[in-house]
């Protein structure tokens, strides 16, 4: 009597159902992926504002004197005295008794342009005092790529920062 031998292993047809599905879950999977990383940018750029905002105010209530955080200019050396702050990004600088940045003076942070995709407009600065208040509440509205949720960071009148 002849042993019969058993096969191991997978059919062709076998193989090529597992691929399909795998290519439709990956289907559907890379859309919201992509949704998923976009949001992320966002959420990076608006905690990097808010970080920036904290900082100035911190900055102006230890060196006793007027900070500004603007958007910037072209070539990265004072206010653009525009509302697009991620165009050429910001930059945060003691003022004095002057509204504008002077780098020359003395430059706190300069930001580069932000992720593509991101749009981020809201009022041309902000200007804490030497006691940590802020001249006026500002609000800095984010907007990213498909797939992301609108968000903004605000800066209250007595200097508090927020970003939900």
Do not use: H, Y
Request: hydrophobic share 50%; proline share 4%; charged share 10%.
């Amino acid at each position: 009597m002849a042993r019969r031998k058993i096969q191991t292993g997978f059919t062709l047809l076998e193989l090529m159902v597992v691929i399909a599905i795998v290519a439709i879950m990956a289907a559907i999977a890379a859309p919201l992926f992509t949704g998923f990383i976009n949001q992320n940018r966002l959420t990076r750029v608006k905690i990097m504002l808010a970080n920036d905002l904290n900082r100035a105010r911190s900055d102006a209530i230890t060196s006793n004197a007027r900070v500004v955080a603007c958007p910037s200019n072209s070539t990265a050396t004072d206010c653009s005295g525009t509302t697009d702050w991620a165009g050429n990004g910001w930059l945060i600088c003691q003022a004095g008794s002057a509204t504008n940045c002077n780098l020359a003076a003395s430059a706190v942070v300069v930001r580069p342009v932000v992720a593509n995709g991101i749009t981020m407009t809201g009022s041309a600065g902000a200007i804490f005092t030497p006691s940590g208040t802020a001249a006026s509440a500002q609000t800095i509205n984010l907007t990213g790529a498909s797939g992301t949720l609108p968000s903004a960071v605000s800066v209250a009148q007595t200097g508090a920062v927020a970003a939900p």
